[in-house]
């Protein structure tokens, strides 16, 4: 019997509980068939709630229609027996050979084991990080770039045809502040002093960017200094801090003229380049970099707005426009275009939803910060109101980080107002405990990042246990030092000891993993079962002797051993994470 790895062992058995149900139940029934894994060994390697989930409706008691459904169980070359258990659980029991047999696909599909066609090539988005380019990313941010990497190449490896997008604010209020911060900055390197605004961007990023502006043109941008500086002082303190931020950007915006869009362009670029930098070295790539500008360069923010007028969406009021988003399940109605004429950041989200519906995608994941949760109505409303489905926008809510170091929690911003960025965390603890730390608990939980536990060497750090069985069984197989390629042809049947059938439960484990991990967007499943696979491994290894002289048996451990290593180097990929073949 050959045991393809392309059978899902728990997909072949919840076949058969399909087919011998609709032996005992009316046509079209609808019925949902989960099987689970038992904790005990004893009562088998699946377990199935089946005859519970029937009892009201063939008004039997459980136990008599799980005998019923066993007995109608068709034929199957990898079921050894099923036994009733409990109240009326179903009991699974795989043979043997099944699994031993299992092991030589697992080495000949090598680095796309547990790959599969779940998705069948349909075309999606997972958009995330989308940081606003005005600043270092915190380590806020580098949780939803873990997650959203991670989960992207886990719904790539199930079949789907992902699209990694990042959504760059480079319009609007923000930018402008960036702008002008970097503008007083530069004119104090000029010599001319201001009174620096307390709601300006105030991180040393500022100062070192108005630093090159002044070393790669001199004064060029101080335009009238005295008249500057006049216009400045003369800007009333007694004023909300939002307006006066904003009467200071009007200034720098007249005074610098066109000389404006280069300051605005040049923090721009300068932020945007370091933060792809910051990414690129955390293993985080996007096919895509969406400009918001270019949703007004293109008149798509017009456009959208036109189309939710024309379905009756908005109505004006106090000079502004406004979208009836409490029609949709939002607490209160929203502003797009302010009385001024300018378009609220609303105004161009809706405007990019809808050009994600354009591009065709058949699902979209947004990756939030799980403040803008608040933030989830309005935008399904917006995407109902014109005619789309808000059921194909799905929002994946990421929790902050706390970091702790000697159990003490962190400050997570300094006086200033800067936030611990991922820079100095990859800095400290490394990229590979960053991504694994980040992905250990559900994104929507939040997640205390222990700093000390992350750089240390030992078992109770999960990514250095995880990694340490990797070269573990390098070191092995170095020692060995023969042709691994034989390994995947070998005859496994000498693996029956407990540790061994564990093992290889675990390997088969594996592709189900992968799928859940990707149907419930959880790269914490992939994460849990990688330490679990790890642990299991090393209590093997710390029992058991590879090298013996039986050639045979010898052949089966390693063979066995290569099997887990390729899979402990499959899943830290999917993770972001390298597997060490010397620690």
């Known amino acids: 019997m050959t045991v393809s790895t392309q059978c899902s062992f728990k997909s072949h058995l919840s076949q058969l509980l399909l087919l011998a149900s609709k032996k005992i139940l009316p046509q079209n029934y609808e019925l949902s068939i989960e099987l689970a894994r038992p904790k005990q060994v004893n009562h088998g390697d699946y377990s199935s709630n089946l005859a519970m989930q029937l009892a009201r409706h063939l008004h039997k008691s459980p136990r008599e229609i799980a005998t019923t459904l066993i007995d109608a169980l068709p034929d199957s070359p990898y079921l050894e027996k099923a036994e009733v258990a409990g109240n009326g659980f179903i009991n699974l029991f795989l043979k043997v050979s099944a699994k031993q047999q299992f092991l030589s696909g697992v080495l000949q599909q090598g680095d796309k084991f547990g790959h599969n066609n779940l998705g069948k090539g349909k075309k999606i988005q997972i958009e995330f990080v989308s940081a606003n380019p005005t600043g270092p990313l915190h380590v806020g941010h580098g949780r939803g770039a873990a997650y959203g990497a991670s989960l992207a190449n886990i719904m790539t490896a199930n079949g789907y045809s992902v699209t990694r997008e990042y959504y760059v604010n480079d319009a609007g209020r923000q930018m402008d502040i960036l702008a002008l911060s970097t503008w007083l900055r530069y004119l104090a390197q000029c010599g001319y002093a201001f ?63 066109e000389d404006y869009a280069y300051i605005h362009n040049f923090v721009l670029t300068e932020q945007l380049g370091d933060c792809r930098n910051d990414l690129m070295e955390f293993g985080v790539e996007f096919d895509t970099w969406f400009s918001e500008q270019s949703l007004f360069d293109n008149g798509l923010v017009g456009r959208a707005i036109q189309l939710l007028d024309e379905k009756n969406a908005l109505y004006k009021q106090d000079g502004a426009t406004w979208f009836r988003s409490t029609y949709f399940g939002d607490e209160k109605d929203r502003v797009v275009q302010r009385e001024n004429g300018h378009y609220t950041y609303f105004a161009s989200d809706i405007a990019y939803h809808l050009n994600k519906f354009e591009r065709n995608f058949v699902h979209i994941i947004n990756v939030w910060g799980a403040d803008h949760h608040g ?31 000697e159990s003490k929690k962190v400050p997570m911003s300094t006086r200033s107002g800067e936030f611990v960025s991922l820079r100095e965390l990859r800095q400290e603890v490394g990229n590979d405990a960053a991504r694994f730390f980040y992905v250990l608990r559900k994104s929507d939980q939040h997640l205390d990042f222990d700093l000390d536990l992350a750089k240390s060497q030992s078992n109770d750090n999960p990514v250095y246990y995880v990694q340490y069985a990797h070269a573990r069984i390098c070191s092995v197989l170095t020692q060995w030092g023969e042709d ?33 991990a990707a149907n419930e967007r959880a790269p914490h499943l992939l994460a849990f079962y990688l330490k679990d696979l790890a642990s299991e491994f090393h209590s093997y290894y710390n029992s058991t002797r590879f090298l013996v002289l039986e050639q045979s048996l010898k052949l089966a451990r390693l063979a066995l051993i290569a099997a887990i290593r390729q899979v402990l180097a499959n899943g830290l990929k999917l993770l972001g994470v390298t597997a060490p073949s010397k620690m």
Not at 241 to 257: F, H, S
Not at 490 to 513: C, F, H, N, R, V
């Open 484 to 516: 691994e390629a034989m390994l995947s042809t070998i005859d496994t049947d000498l693996l029956t000891s407990q540790a061994e059938l564990m093992l290889l439960q675990k390997l088969i484990d594996y592709p189900d993993t992968l799928e859940a």
């Open 375 to 405: 933030y989830i109505a309005r935008v399904k409303g917006a995407i109902n109101a014109l005619a789309l489905d808000p059921n194909i926008l799905e929002i994946a809510l990421v929790q902050f980080a706390v970091l702790y170091r």
């Open 195 to 257: 009174p620096f605004p307390d709601n300006a961007y105030q991180g040393k990023y500022v100062i070192e960017m108005a630093k090159l502006i002044h070393g790669a043109h001199g004064n060029r941008y101080i335009h009238q200094s005295d008249l500057i500086l006049q216009e400045l002082t003369q800007v009333e303190a007694a004023l909300e801090d939002d307006e006066r931020l904003d009467q200071l950007i009007a200034i720098a915006k007249k005074t610098l003229g």
